[in-house]
């Protein structure tokens, strides 16, 4: 990543709260591709937020609809791994991979960003 991206938006999902997850998470990054407040946005499931996201069914739906609204899923593999749910996560569709460096570079850019 050489540049900001001005309409690019990373959402990180921490929190194991279920209704954060469905009240915050869910309904801001959902709505904020199908309304168009922002061209790309991305959750990346982060710590605890990746047990919950890995074994919940009506969370999966949600994350289900979030990727048809063009909602992009990530997770970082160390806490997916921790958390023995990475290939769960996978078979969401989220794609699992380390994300220290992923998420340093965003911060070193300036990226936008929200933690719930």
Known sequence: M???TPNRLTIIWSSADRGVAETMVFMYATNARLNGWW???TV???GPSARLAARDPKIQEYMAGMKEAGVK???CKQCADDY???AALEEHGVEVFYA???LTELI???EKLITF
């Open 100 to 102: 220290g460096t992923y």
């Open 2 to 4: 050489s540049s900001s």
């Open 39 to 41: 061209d790309d946005v």
């Open 84 to 86: 023995g749910v990475a």
């Open 108 to 110: 070193k850019n300036g």
């Open 44 to 46: 990346l499931i982060w």
């Open 73 to 75: 899923l990530m997770a």
